[in-house]
């Protein structure tokens, strides 16, 4: 089965450092998800891009967070600096306009 | 838009029994759908879609019904198992573009 993978699974970093989660999405997908979990407020979109595009951010902290895809195997999501309350699951899907999106494992991040 | 996950309603079914899990959306204009599963320490998994121009769709076990006038959605699953027991999210999407997603309900299934 085709999937999303993201690396790493989880993280954990001191507060003020630079993190960086990568996702692979799937082959032949044209629009990449990244979302964040968290218990109180479930999952928030943060970004997303389409053909390599960034279509929308308005969800992201955009003095400290960035999300890039550099080419079509690979989208990234950094955090710099980072803060405890940015500990919480941020997942990365994929999809066309022709099906549902495939979401990827996650990676669990606690920023202590 | 934003999903609150504080508090997730929890439906507890006996095993074999069927389970509905109800959604209400919140933008009149989205026109796709989607029901996801998530089980603890995993990605959402898609389950089942439907477009706004249907009322019903039928997958294996798993039925949805969207009523566009009260803006409500369904997820049916027959014969429940406990590999069925997980959150279960739906999404509304418009043009697909962004998706939000609901606050989710927790389906408990009692062997």
Redesign the interface.
Known sequence: DAR?TQTPRHKVTEMGQEVTMRCQPILGHN?V?W?R?????????LA?FRNRAP??DSGMPKDRFSAEMPDATLATLKIQPSEPRDSAVY?C?SGT?D????????TRLTVV | GESVGLHLPTLSVQEGDNSIINCAYSNSASDYFIWYKQESGKGPQFIIDIRSNMDKRQGQRVTVLLNKTVKHLSLQIAATQPGDSAVYFCAENINFNKFYFGSGTKLNVKP
């Open positions: 999303v629009t998800f979302y979990q968290t218990m109180m407020q479930g999952l928030e979109l997303y279509l929308d997942f899907a306009s099906y549902g999106y495939t979401f990827g494992s996650g």
